[in-house]
Structure formats: C-alpha cells, structure tokens
C-alpha cells in the first residue's frame, strides 16, 4: 500500500492503494467517478476509458502508479450539463444510447481524436473506433452524432 496523488479532472486527490491496482477500480470504487465502466477487464471493448495527458488510455488494465502525478479526464471532466462538451451534446441530439454502458468509451476516444485531428475522415475516425465494442449495434447512430460534433467543433 502506498499513498498516490491523482489529478482527475482538474482536482488533486490522494488514495492510499496497492499501487498495482487498476486505475479504473481507483477512480470507481475509491473516487466514485462513474463514468469508465468495467467492459471486459482486457482492454478489449473500451468501456472503461480516460485520458492519461490527453491521451485516451484504458483504466482497466492501467495500473494506478502509472498515472501518478499525471493529468487524467474522465468523461465528468470533459463537460458540464450546463456546458457539454459538443460529443456528449451531439450524443443527446442523435439519441444514441439504447443502453448506454460503452458511451464512455466512444466519447473519450474521439473526443482524443478529435482534438488531435478536427478534420479526421470517416475512414480515419473509424480506424480510431475501431477496437470499441457496441453491443446494441448503434454504431450508425455513433458515427452520426460523432460527425455533428466534428462539424461543431470545426
């Protein structure tokens, strides 16, 4: 057990963990930041993604020392209710979510994607969501509310 200190979404926090913990049950169990889900555990589905400095990074398999003294964003810090980031605002206007359970990991990779490349083509945006699973197969109404974000965001 040591004590590392986080800084999630914008605030510092420290949690006394095994430091080989994964990052996600961190920020679910001790932090209660519900956004990354438990999916798969194997870094396959995506469920459980955040940005480590930016970069989108699966918690699931991450453990917590690694992102020690690092910058990490889970979907809460990307917008507000009152100011949502366009990708949870286009997400809204395209009613995507039947279930809900993998927004997190869409939204946090392209919103990665997005900021690195606004003007990312179709076939880019999906060679980026590739590895993402949907299991109630809304991927059109994915890639649609995806697309209006990037327009708004352009």
């Known amino acids: ?33 519900r956004g990354p889900r438990f999916g798969c555990g194997l870094a396959q589905c995506g469920a459980c993604t955040v940005h480590l400095e930016g970069e989108p990074v699966r918690a699931c398999v991450m453990p917590v020392s690694a992102a ?3 910058t990490v964003t889970t979907i809460k810090g990307l917008g507000t209710p009152d100011k949502p980031h366009p990708l949870q605002a286009a ?10 359970y993998c927004v997190n990991g869409w939204i946090m990779t392209a919103a990665a994607v997005l900021k690195k490349n606004p003007k990312a083509s179709d076939a880019e945006l999906r060679d980026s969501l590739a590895g993402l699973k949907c299991r109630c197969g809304t991927h059109v109404s994915i890639m649609r509310a995806i697309k209006r974000a990037q327009q708004q965001m352009a």
């Open 1 to 33: 057990m040591a004590v590392v200190s986080l800084r999630i979404n914008g605030a510092t926090h420290e949690v006394d963990v095994d430091t080989a913990t994964p990052l996600l049950y961190v920020l679910r169990n001790d932090l209660g930041l």
């Open 68 to 70: 020690a003294g690092k």
């Open 91 to 100: 997400y809204v206007a395209e009613q995507v979510p039947p279930c809900g």
